[in-house]
């Protein structure tokens, strides 16, 4: 099991998986009406000076989404609709897919530094 970490505020977010090829990013949550987990699309290296968009298309749900930079800190947080293209303000080492709503300030908040973490490792 993979959590996201909020290594500032000390607290575990999310329980997550992680989308670590082509296929798996481009599918990232597409056909699904329900989700237990969030997904973190891991950005090839070779797109981190990039601005890369997402879309929502075949989305069913609203979703949540977290933009992670290299330092491992988040820098945007936005809700987006099924249907819609998104386009980050910067480049990101990570993008966040999570469940609407799951964002709580008491969480997680702008520059907070993010980890991902096994269930197995201590913090």
Known sequence: MVILFNKTKN?????????????????????????????????PKSRYSKRSSMHMFFMRISLDVLFINEENKVY???TLKPWKIYSPKKPAKYVVELKKDSINT???????????????EKY
């Open 11 to 43: 607290k575990e977010i999310f329980e997550v998986e992680i989308a670590n090829s082509y296929f798996k990013r481009l599918k990232g949550l597409m056909f699904k009406k329900n989700i237990n987990k969030g997904l973190i699309l891991k950005v």
């Open 76 to 78: 945007e947080m936005v």
């Open 106 to 120: 008491k969480n997680i908040e702008i520059n907070d530094e993010i980890i991902i973490k096994t269930l197995s």
